[in-house]
């Protein structure tokens, strides 16, 4: 099962208020793209935290825009080339198969967490420079409509 964290711009009146300020079909763009670098920093830091075996979860870690909500993004392994991902973050318990008649056992493996401590570690810093540039971006934008 997925864990889901986020951030939420909400409180900074300040900001909210210079956002409504640049016309809603502006918005999504400025939003996405502050997100996005915003996500980098923590996607930077899953990077140096994953093991580094054969570098497949390593290079998995993305920064996807998530289809069908206005302005979102996640910062997750890609699944298709790692899909051992979970196993590493969360670790496994010992377990066993059973394959043509033949039980095979599987050890367990700790855990190594790379996205939640990545996450814990940068959100603060994450969330200072997506408020910035959101607020350059909307300066930028009000002077263009201003005009």
């Known amino acids: ?9 909400s409180g900074d009146k300040g900001l909210i ?4 300020r640049i016309p809603v079909r502006l918005r999504i763009p400025v939003l996405v793209k502050s997100l996005t670098q ?13 093991p580094k075996d054969r570098g497949v979860l390593f290079r998995s870690i993305q920064v996807k825009t998530l289809p069908g909500a ?4 996640a910062i997750r392994p890609n699944y298709g080339r790692a899909p051992h991902a979970h196993l590493v973050e969360f ?23 790379f996205m939640g401590p990545a996450f814990r570690r940068n959100v603060k ?3 200072k420079i997506v408020g910035k ?3 350059k971006d909307v300066d930028r934008i009000a002077k263009q409509e201003a005009r």
Do not use: C, D, E
């Open 38 to 50: 915003g996500a980098k920093i923590i996607q930077r830091s899953a990077r140096s935290l994953a």
């Open 133 to 135: 540039l959101i607020l």
């Open 70 to 73: 206005p302005a979102a993004v």
């Open 91 to 113: 670790g496994t318990t010992a377990r066993f198969s059973t394959r043509n008649g033949v039980s095979r056992a599987h050890g367990r493996m700790p855990a190594q967490p």
């Open 125 to 127: 810093r994450a969330n």
């Open 1 to 9: 099962m997925a864990r889901k964290t986020g951030m939420r711009i």
């Open 17 to 20: 208020r210079t956002l409504s």
